[in-house]
């Protein structure tokens, strides 16, 4: 491809909220424009990017047996209505109607469109497994698009979803959507990790996420620095704490602590380890409109030095049947109505005081002694405080992991990374197979509803991971796989013949060889044409310059910005081995 010919506009502005460098680069590498909050076009250059990340997907799904198609961006709001979605999706999913009043969505998901086609057509289990996929837009109407695309209102994603007779064949075929997952981002040329996660908004059982590692992830993942436990902060376990010296033994008893109205107060007031402590945090959960229930406050408990998982809380909560959509902050004004000081709210009496449906520990407490809590009067904390006293209490795993806290698989220590979440795999089970009735015949001739999985990879959203974790303060540094480029070749001066013939010469010859190369033959200065290189990075440049007359041209590895001369003999093939090696 010719510069001068394509449409590559580079600039040197960045917009104003652009924080991020791969947004930097991608809209000054003319690789995307913004045409509203969230929506992206895709110019020449991040197509070309796109359309090589979507290559190496498609050849990793086809030959792991699944079949593209591909379902409309429109889809009729009643399907949506019968898996119960329509109403709990929130404001992410975009609602209209047409001129008939006939409602629709725009798919940010196809659980249900897909449900749909393979109810009609697939009628026994002998018609199973089946693997659909399809490489599509979604749009969901996120609260806060940002970042360019990573986090946009309409994307690309790659989603699959599977149907199975039973849930073994289900676990196979996750298992093997894990492996096709691997190698695509292995392919990429990405330093990735597996991790364990919440299955959120979609449901199921099981979930993994595939997160590419970078400092500027919106993700947090936690890591066994020994063993290769892996997961998002929103699933991470842990082992039980130990116990830190010095307990604070003591009958149980009231204490008059005024003021002493947070954890880091009381740890100073008796002198004691947080984990002695008792930290309530107070939520109010907010229900499915269906259910017509009044949002109410929701009390968690916890070790005074763990933080509440929010995630994991919410999924706790909906473990008792709640069905809450979301846990927003209670006010100290809602906390004060339900007849609690905040700072001081503790467990005794609570249920009696705040007729509470919802009270949940952290499972560490579980018949945890030797604890001092809020006493549910202003300036009054219990000490001596023995949780297996308690009847009946409901625990569940609700604490933030912490650095430092012990693996739940080796009891190595646990520690951080920031990472971005390029795909997601579910096991769905019969989630939306059996509220919209998609049923097959087992072998022995019963109606059973399919078990199903959903395997999404953020397309679009690779491009900036790509970048987060290659590039350089120049700017876009691709892999391998993804460089919209194999090799820039640049003409130092347009206007010398020389130059202009050999450049062109080399580039209809590397190109009938099949490399993708760009021909810088603008009649720009050589500085800029250098600086674009660097911006929007293709893997090498071969500058065909001055050097031209003693027979030698330089070529430079985007990656390492490393040079080298080489002679005009073997060009060609030199050139070749080096795209192919490095
Ligand atoms: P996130 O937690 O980042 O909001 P998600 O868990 O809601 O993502 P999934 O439903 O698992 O997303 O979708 C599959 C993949 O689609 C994600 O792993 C991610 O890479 C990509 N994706 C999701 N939302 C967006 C978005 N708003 N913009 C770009 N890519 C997205
Ligand atoms: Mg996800």
């Known amino acids: 491809m010719r510069f001068s010919q394509t449409f590559i506009p580079t600039t040197k502005e960045s917009p104003k909220d652009a924080i991020l460098k791969s947004h930097q680069f991608l809209i000054r590498g003319g690789f995307i424009h913004q045409i509203g909050s969230g929506i992206y076009d895709f110019l020449p250059l991040g197509k070309r ?28 709001a009643e399907l949506w209505r019968a898996s119960g979605r329509y109403e709990k999706y929130g404001k992410e999913l975009l609602r209209f109607a047409d001129r008939k009043d006939n409602e629709f969505i725009l798919g940010p998901t196809y659980e249900e469109s897909v449900t749909a086609i393979v109810k009609t057509y697939v009628k026994s289990y002998k018609q199973l497994p089946l693997n659909l996929y399809q490489l599509h837009i979604k749009f969901r109407d996120e609260l806060r698009p940002r970042f360019g695309l990573m986090r946009t209102r309409e994307f690309v994603m790659k989603d699959a979803y599977s149907f199975h007779a039973d849930t073994q064949d289900l676990q196979r075929e ?8 691997r190698r695509i981002f292995k392919r990429l040329g ?46 991470a376990k842990r082992t039980k704490r130990t116990e830190p010296p010095h307990p604070p033994k003591a009958a149980f008893a009231k204490f008059h602590t005024p003021s002493i ?69 209670a006010s100290t004004e809602e906390i004060a109505n339900s007849g609690l000081f905040a700072g001081f709210i503790g467990p005794y009496a609570l249920k009696n005081i705040t007729q509470a449906h919802y009270i949940i520990f952290d499972t560490d407490l579980y018949e945890a002694r ?25 625990y569940a795993d609700i604490a933030q992991v912490r650095v430092g806290d012990s693996c739940p698989c080796c009891q190595g220590k646990l520690v951080y990374q920031k990472g971005i979440e390029v795909g997601h795999i579910f096991k769905l089970n019969q989630r939306y197979s059996a509220p919209l009735g998609a049923h097959f015949l087992d072998s022995s001739g019963k109606s059973l509803p399919f078990e199903m999985g959903c395997y999404g990879i953020g397309v679009s959203r690779l491009l900036p991971a790509i970048l987060e974790q290659k590039s350089d303060m120049k700017g876009c540094v691709w892999t391998k ?15 010398d013949t020389h130059q202009n013939t050999f450049a062109s010469e080399l580039y209809a010859s590397l190109h009938s060889a099949g490399v993708a190369v760009l021909l810088d033959d603008r009649d720009l200065r050589f500085g800029v044409k250098m600086t674009d290189f660097e911006l929007i990075g293709p893997r090498f440049a071969l500058i065909v310059g001055k050097s031209l007359e003693e027979g030698r041209v330089e070529l430079v590895n985007r990656e390492s910005l490393e040079r080298e001369f080489l002679g005009l003999e073997g060009l060609k093939e030199a050139i070749l081995l080096r795209l192919e090696r490095d």
Do not use: W
Not at 51 to 71: L, V, Y
Not at 285 to 302: C, Q, R
Not at 370 to 394: K, P, Q
């Open 370 to 394: 030797d604890l001092i809590c809020g006493a549910n009067e202003r300036d009054y904390h219990f000490v001596g405080v023995d949780l297996s006293l308690f009847e009946s209490l409901t």
């Open 49 to 76: 990017v796109l359309d090589k990340i979507t290559q190496i997907i498609k050849e990793e799904m086809q030959a792991a047996g699944s079949c593209e198609i591909m379902m409309g961006f429109v889809v009729p």
């Open 174 to 181: 996750f298992t093997h959507m894990e492996a096709t997952y």
């Open 481 to 495: 796989a993804s460089a919209p480029f194999d090799i820039d070749i640049i003409i130092s001066h347009a206007q």
């Open 190 to 235: 990405l330093d990735f990790r597996v991790v364990e996660a919440d299955s959120g908004a979609i449901g199921g059982s099981g979930s993994k996420e595939f997160v590419v590692l970078a400092a500027c992830g919106e993700d947090t993942i936690v890591i066994c620095e020994q063993c290769e436990y892996a997961a998002n902060i929103e699933a």
């Open 261 to 329: 109205g947070t954890i880091e107060r009381l740890k100073d007031f008796f002198k004691i380890d947080g984990f002695f402590t008792i930290k309530a945090v107070v939520r109010k959960a907010i229900f499915d409109p269906k259910t017509h229930k009044a949002p109410e406050l929701v009390y968690f408990f916890l070790r005074g030095d763990d933080d509440l998982e929010m995630t994991k809380a919410l999924n706790a909560l909906n473990q008792l049947g709640a069905e809450a959509l979301e846990l927003q902050d």
